[in-house]
C-alpha cells in the first residue's frame, strides 16, 4: 500500500486516500484504467504499421521509438517475437540499401540485439569515414606542414642559385 501510494499521481492520491486495503486500491485503479488499452491499442497498432527504418536518421532513434511502441503492444496484450523485430528492419530497409539488407538477412542474425548492434557500429564506422573525407576530401594532398624539412625543399637552394656556393662546384676549391 505504501508502495503504490508513492508512485501514484498526485491527484489520483487523494481521490483513493480513504482506500486501506492494497487488493481493493488495485481493483479500483484497475476499473479505472482498463480502458486504456482499448485507446493506445489501435494507436499503437498503428504506429507498428507505418515505423520505417528508414525513416530515421540514427540507429539509436529508431530502436527508442520501436521499443516504445512494442511496449504499448505488449501492454495491451499483443504478442512481439524477435522474428517480428528482425522482420521489420528487413522490410523498411530504404530502397537505395537492398545490397545491405540482403547482406544482413545472410549474416543470419537471429537475434534483434545483434542486428542493432552490427548496424550500431556501421554507422558509427560510416560516420568516422564521413568526418575523414570531410576534413581532406579524397585526392586532396595534405598541406606541408610550416616547420618540416623534406628532400623537396632541401635541394631547392641548390638548384635555383639561393644560399652560398652559388650552385654546385663554383665555390672557392671547386
Known amino acids: 500500500l505504501i508502495f503504490l501510494r508513492h508512485h501514484i499521481d498526485d491527484g489520483l492520491k487523494y481521490e483513493y486516500l480513504t482506500v486501506e486495503n492494497p487488493l481493493e486500491l488495485w481493483q479500483n485503479l484497475n476499473d479505472r484504467f482498463e480502458h486504456l488499452k482499448a485507446v493506445v491499442l489501435p494507436k499503437a497498432l498503428n504506429d507498428w504499421s507505418q515505423l520505417r527504418f528508414q525513416d530515421f536518421k540514427t540507429v539509436s532513434e529508431y530502436n527508442s521509438t520501436l521499443f516504445k511502441i512494442v511496449s504499448q503492444l505488449k501492454m495491451c496484450g499483443e504478442v512481439i517475437t524477435k522474428d517480428?523485430?528482425?522482420?521489420?528492419?528487413?522490410?523498411?530497409?530504404?530502397?537505395?540499401?537492398?545490397?545491405?539488407?540482403?547482406?544482413?538477412?545472410?549474416?543470419?542474425?537471429?537475434?534483434?540485439?545483434?542486428?542493432?548492434?552490427?548496424?550500431?557500429?556501421?554507422?558509427?564506422?560510416?560516420?568516422?569515414?564521413?568526418?575523414?573525407?570531410?576534413?581532406?576530401?579524397?585526392?586532396?594532398?595534405p598541406l606541408p606542414e610550416v616547420n618540416v624539412t623534406s628532400s623537396e625543399f632541401r635541394g631547392r637552394g641548390r638548384r635555383r642559385g639561393r644560399g652560398r656556393g652559388r650552385g654546385c662546384g663554383s665555390g672557392r676549391n671547386q
Open 84 to 141: 517480428m523485430l528482425l522482420e521489420k528492419i528487413y522490410q523498411t530497409f530504404h530502397a537505395s540499401n537492398m545490397l545491405l539488407q540482403q547482406q544482413y538477412r545472410l549474416h543470419g542474425f537471429t537475434k534483434y540485439r545483434e542486428l542493432i548492434g552490427s548496424l550500431l557500429i556501421t554507422e558509427q564506422n560510416n560516420e568516422l569515414l564521413l568526418q575523414n573525407h570531410e576534413s581532406r576530401p579524397t585526392s586532396s594532398a
